[in-house]
């Protein structure tokens, strides 16, 4: 270790977005990317080249991005309050944040807290892996808490950890509304506990895709100061190359997310291609339902599996686990070793596997390949 770097990053190693790359190289020609959920479609070539006059037209290369994100969070504030259908208590621009992919909005949530010692964070695993990763870079404690085989949050563990927690106390709550990995969204229960929490606490609760589940707590914003939503343009609005993200939030709150992030953090092309992709949402969109269907066929013909557990998903992806853990503990990783040799890329998380809902074409490829899969482990 170099003398001069904080001695508890030692531990720590970076973020590999494929972790398996490494074991089983494709043979295939055609892969199939289903383990980031991202969509399968790319921005339809027509909106591309209106991006391209946009950037040849307007965007001078010079000169430093708008920093303050003026018309693009006028655009989400107008989206956010359409998509939630918000009357009373609609959401002002200066109630939006915009970070360089919602990644940047949770190292700022983190710095705004918990720095100095002055907070530990909570969460409930299995849950999106960047809270924790980016707390620890940032030297902040994680207290983590189960959930039922339902995966819903142990609340009894996660009440007791709030309450006993004093080195430092917990400042932040991040949930995700469906949670990543297990697809399920928020329960009335888990709500009112969220309801439930103390106003020294932050509640960070991320809506990543809420496009598909259309489940959102955004009309409850202006009853919470203590509340924040975090969105993004990498799922559902097809721009995850772009990596645009944002918060809504009091007032108060977003102001200090402004103090904390760096000036020129979202490129001008970043902030038209958002621009364009909410000036065309209706175009964009369009496909949600077509995902929701694949999603639902998926689902149906990964249940004739019986020794697959397939959990029912809000979102654009689906886990599964194994209905007899014991019995059956190398099957998974095989399944997902063998569908990588065949070309399908799925991600293998906390015991189970989560594969991203993909375009028709590939999900078939899944189930194909799934099928050669399973032959060759009867086979062992
Ligand atoms: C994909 C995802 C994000 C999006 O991150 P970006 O940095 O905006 O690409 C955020 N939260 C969760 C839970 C996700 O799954």
């Known amino acids: 270790m170099l003398p001069f770097i904080r001695s508890d990053l030692a531990q720590l190693t970076a973020y590999t977005p494929h972790p398996n790359s490494t074991d089983g190289k494709p043979i295939e020609s055609v892969i199939d990317r289903l383990d980031t959920n991202e969509s399968p479609f790319d921005l339809p070539s027509e909106l591309k080249q209106k991006l391209a006059l946009v950037y040849q037209e307007t965007i001078e290369t010079n000169r430093y991005p708008d920093g303050g994100h003026a018309t693009l969070k006028e655009a989400i504030a107008e989206y956010v309050n359409e998509s939630a259908n918000l009357t009373q208590g609609a959401i002002a621009p200066n109630q939006i944040s915009v970070g360089n992919g919602s990644d940047e909005l949770i190292r700022s949530l983190l710095i705004a807290t918990c720095l100095r010692g002055e907070g530990s964070i909570l969460v409930a695993n299995p849950t999106f892996s960047m809270y924790g990763i980016l707390a620890q870079t ?145 175009l964009l969109l369009q496909l949600i339902a077509l995902i929701c269907e694949e999603r639902t066929k998926l689902t149906q013909a990964l249940t004739q599996y019986s020794v697959l557990k397939v959990n029912e998903s809000a979102a654009n992806f689906i886990y599964i686990q194994t209905s007899h853990q014991a019995q059956h503990s190398e099957l998974l990783p095989k399944l997902a070793q063998q569908l990588r040799c065949s070309g399908t890329i799925i991600r293998s998380l906390n015991g189970g596997l989560r594969i991203t809902v993909g375009s028709p074409a590939e999900n078939l490829r899944t189930l194909e390949r799934l099928q050669v899969a399973f032959v060759k482990w009867n086979e062992r």
């Open 138 to 282: 940032l030297g902040i404690p994680v207290v983590t808490v189960g959930r039922t085989s339902e995966f819903e949050i142990d609340s009894v563990a996660a009440q007791t950890a709030i309450e006993t927690t004093r080195t430092p106390p917990i400042r932040v709550v991040f949930v995700v509304h469906p949670n990543s990995p297990t697809g399920n969204a928020l329960t009335t229960a888990e709500i009112a506990w969220l309801r439930s929490l103390p106003q020294d606490i932050l509640v960070v609760i991320d809506e990543a895709y809420f496009e598909f589940s259309q489940t959102s707590v955004v009309g409850e914003l202006s009853q919470k100061p203590n509340w924040v939503v975090l969105r993004t343009f990498s799922k559902a609005f097809r721009l995850a190359a772009l990596r645009v993200g944002y918060a809504i939030a009091s007032p108060e709150i977003t102001t200090v997310l402004e103090k904390v992030r760096l000036p020129y953090n979202l490129p001008s092309f970043s902030q038209a291609a958002a621009i364009l992709a909410l000036q065309q949402r209706h």
